[in-house]
């Protein structure tokens, strides 16, 4: 055996440790691990004798036909349920509830009559079970093995023969032929080899749960993502009850679905109405509040916007972001100073999406812009208010996609007024759109600007208090300066 280091995006072995990748140069990713020297380390089985050639309008499409899950929300995302000699990867943060997820799957697919294997390599049977018992999982057709030596999980999987095949998580999961400690990029890459060809010979689905960084991404070699059928995402926020499923990689369909569930003592329920969830406890008339329609996969929501503006006693007022980029929070605060007179450059900012929902698309920028002149100048919006829209560097409001769908959405849930760009739909049944062309425009319609002035009450307030904490820091350094 001898000490290597191996990179974990290309999986590329080098003798010696160096900030980038030689071969895939990646930044800070050599890791030390151990290799075998001695024959080819590998427990691969022997290759099988290869099929001819056939004519592709032989092959049959029902044999690849998904499967339901027996969780709605999970089949909306893999367009339908796991296709036979598939493999899902299935990552998360600790405790977000991968493993809830899961053995609902199997207890649904063993009421059936299915037999299912779940393979805990990292909790005890016991364990397993208390959580079993807690979410009325308990089936005799869900089989346990608590194992994390990669021959003895095969082994298992031939002597049950399983129809569903859960490993929790790959990450533990080693193979004793192997020299690597397990978690290694070794182990990791060759166990989940092993695995797919496992999957691919009986036609059985497999699930692979896997471990996050620190930064979000999974760990372990990249190869781990290649090698995989179907990369699942599970997000959400651990002090709320949503859980946000997104498919990241998914070669049998669309990768634009999201399922949406929420965290109950009784495991992962399904959310029918998120919408609702989001504004159940919203205070109507609150200034700095804003309601936006956006679009996660294909499905809209309705997402309340906060903004909270204070003095600052800081030369450099702080800026904070929660649920949405910082950056382009700061590119908004520039827009609403230069192209609407809007002073927030000394005022600290606060800006927070309800619900730990996290928004990526450039559609929710005139809700935040609004929610941010709201509480600014202390006057609410207007209680059934939304607003959509695209903010350019010019104060522009640009055009956004499925904007029909937003607004259909927000009229069923009692919304009866709506701030778009001036591209969007004239009239919608139960709604009363404004169009404007720009930020100071959209403004003005909700009375947050009087005419062409900006909101000089508000603004007055702050800059004074900052003149006058400015002025008191001066006079102090004066009488040190005359003491001394």
């Not at 990029?185 to 060759?190: A, G, S």
């Not at 207007?382 to 010019?394: F, K, R, S, T, Y």
Request: hydrophobic letters at 40%; proline letters at 7%; aromatic letters at 2%.
């Amino acid at each position: 055996m001898r000490t290597v280091y191996r990179c974990t995006d290309c999986g590329a072995a080098n003798p010696k440790w160096s900030g980038k990748c030689p071969v895939c140069t990646a930044w800070n990713s050599l890791v030390e691990d151990v290799e075998e020297t001695g024959g080819s380390g590998s427990s691969a089985p022997a290759i099988a004798a290869a099929e001819p050639p056939i004519p592709i309008t032989d092959v049959d499409p029902a044999a690849g036909a998904p499967s339901s899950t027996g969780v709605g929300e999970l089949d909306r995302v893999l367009g339908g349920g796991f296709v036979p000699g598939s493999v899902t990867l299935l990552g998360g943060e600790p405790g977000i509830g991968k493993s809830t997820l899961l053995l609902q799957v199997l207890a649904a697919k063993a009421a059936q009559g299915r037999t299912v294997l779940y393979v805990s390599a990292e909790e005890s049977r016991q364990q397993v079970r208390g959580r079993a018992e807690r979410l009325g999982a308990l089936h005799p057709s869900l089989l346990l093995s608590s194992e994390t030596s990669l021959p003895h999980i095969v082994a298992a999987i031939d002597t049950t023969g399983a129809e569903l095949v859960v490993v929790d998580s790959i990450q533990t999961v080693s193979d004793p032929e192997l020299g690597s400690a397990p978690g290694s990029v070794v182990q990791v890459r060759e166990c989940a080899h092993r695995l797919v060809q496992e999957a691919k010979r009986r036609g059985v689905p497999v699930v692979l749960v896997g471990h996050v960084t620190k930064e979000g991404g999974l760990a372990g070699p990249r190869v781990l993502e290649h090698v995989v059928d179907t990369v699942l995402a599970f997000e959400g926020d651990r002090h709320h009850a949503l859980r946000l499923l997104r498919a990241t990689k998914h070669r049998f369909g669309p990768t634009s679905e999201l399922g949406l569930f929420e965290m109950t003592e009784t495991g992962m329920q399904v959310v029918p109405d998120p919408s609702g969830l989001f504004l159940a406890d919203r205070r109507a008339g609150l200034p700095g509040s804003a309601v936006v329609p956006v679009i996660e996969g294909q499905r809209p929501l309705l997402v309340e916007v906060q903004a909270l503006v204070a003095p600052s006693p800081l030369g450099m007022p702080r800026r904070s972001a929660q649920g949405l980029d910082g950056g382009r929070l700061a590119m908004l605060l520039a827009v609403l100073e230069n192209r609407a007179g809007l002073a927030l450059g000394g005022a600290d900012v606060y800006v927070s999406v309800v619900g730990g929902v996290k928004l990526n698309e450039p559609g929710s920028d005139l809700a935040v812009c609004l929610a941010l002149g709201s509480a600014l100048t202390g006057r609410p919006l207007p209680a059934g208010l939304i607003a959509c829209g695209e903010v350019g560097l010019g104060g522009e409001l640009r055009q956004v996609a499925q904007l029909t769908r937003r607004l259909a959405e927000a009229a069923r849930l009692g919304f009866n007024e709506a701030i778009v760009p001036s591209s969007g739909p004239s009239s919608m049944d139960g709604l009363v759109v404004r169009r404007a062309t720009g930020l100071p425009a959209a403004l003005r319609a909700v009375g947050l600007v009087d005419g062409n002035a900006p909101p000089s009450d508000r603004v007055e307030v702050l800059q004074q208090r900052r003149e006058r904490r400015a002025g008191a820091a001066s006079a102090s350094v004066e009488r040190l300066q005359a003491d001394r």
